[in-house]
């Protein structure tokens, strides 16, 4: 039964460079959130998907930030021209249904991008 | 949004008892209250979570007082494992994010 998969779990990127950042969630769950975590710091919300539809992105950047949950496959998280400030840790969490009350994320390890 | 306080940071040793409160005074009626733990290098795990009184499991227990406007995370005999943040998140009903705070870090010392 395997849980939330993140992969890869440190990606390299110089500055300029496309980063994508993979996240499988748990089967069968069809929520999938992603959070930005500096360190020493909290997590941040950055976006929230269903399958095929982006349902809050309010705190994505507008720009080189974009996401997406295909009906076959992982969520992507990608960064365009990526710059030294997006260095982090990405999260990603899946449930099996929307936020409501009483709802429980599974995270997976996360994805620490260092940029060159 | 209901917004959570927690402290920074607390200290403890092996073995003692750790009581981390959450503040949230505009809970709304329908929301639940969560804790979740973080590891260095790790993503969050679901710990406990309730709605008022006293919910209680193999690892930790939930206090939630008849007004709702804190709550209080308590670690039984922690161990050295126990150290790492400690996040309070309340659910927000008809929205579609959990905000998580920035945590308590709690280190426990042998």
């Known amino acids: 039964n395997a849980g939330v998969m993140q992969n890869p779990r440190h990606l390299v990127r110089r500055r300029g460079q496309e980063a994508r950042l993979r996240c499988s969630p748990v089967?069968?769950?069809?929520?999938v959130y992603w959070y930005r975590q500096l360190p020493e710091e909290g997590l941040k919300f950055m976006v929230y998907?269903?399958?095929?539809?982006?349902?809050?992105e309010s705190g994505m950047p507008k720009e080189r930030f974009s996401a997406e949950f295909p009906k076959e496959g992982p969520s992507i998280l990608r960064i365009q021209q990526v710059v030294r400030g997006d260095s982090a840790a990405y999260f990603c969490?899946?449930?099996?249904?929307?936020?409501?009350?009483?709802?429980?994320?599974?995270f997976g390890s996360g994805t620490q991008l260092s940029v060159l | 949004l209901a917004k959570t306080t927690q402290p920074i940071s607390m200290d403890s040793y092996e073995g003692q008892e750790v009581n981390i409160t959450c503040s949230h005074n505009?809970?709304?009626?329908?929301?639940?209250i969560t804790w979740y733990q973080q590891f260095p290098s790790q993503g969050p795990r679901f710990i406990i979570q309730g709605y008022k009184t006293k919910v209680t499991n193999e690892v930790a227990s939930l206090f939630i007082p008849a007004d709702r406007k804190s709550s209080t995370l308590s670690l039984p005999r922690v161990s050295l494992s126990d150290t790492a943040v400690y996040y309070c998140l309340v659910g927000v009903v008809n929205t579609d994010k959990l905000i998580f705070g920035t945590g308590t870090r709690l280190q426990v010392f042998p």
């Open positions: 969490a899946s449930s099996p249904s929307g936020p409501s009350t009483g709802e429980k994320l599974f």
């Open positions: 505009n809970i709304a009626t329908n929301d639940y």
């Open positions: 089967k069968g769950h069809s929520h």
């Open positions: 998907l269903q399958k095929e539809n982006i349902i809050d």
